[in-house]
């Protein structure tokens, strides 16, 4: 296929100053900053939650362990009723 001069539509090419440049480029460096900053802080709570829940787990190996808890339900239990209480507020 054979394009013609005559076939393509010419435009004039818009103008555009240093300052709108410099503002663009500032936007993109704006834009990547808070991907990475979104990035982080989804890590955050990934590593947070990972590390709440082994503490969690180590803690109540320990009271079993060390004290001899023999209530394991009761333990269960009123942790769920405080993680309620605590979500609702």
């Known amino acids: 296929m054979t394009v013609l001069a005559k076939d393509l539509e010419l435009k004039p090419m818009e103008m555009t100053t240093s300052a709108e440049l410099s503002q663009s480029k500032d936007d993109a460096d704006q834009g990547a900053f808070m991907k990475w900053v979104n ?4 890590l955050f709570i990934v590593v947070g939650g990972f590390s709440i ?3 969690l787990l180590n803690i109540t190996k320990y009271i079993y362990v060390t004290y001899h808890f023999k209530h394991p339900m009761w333990m269960t239990g009123s942790h769920m009723v405080a993680s309620y209480l605590v979500a609702a507020i």
């Open 39 to 42: 990035k982080c802080y989804g």
């Open 53 to 55: 829940s082994i503490s």
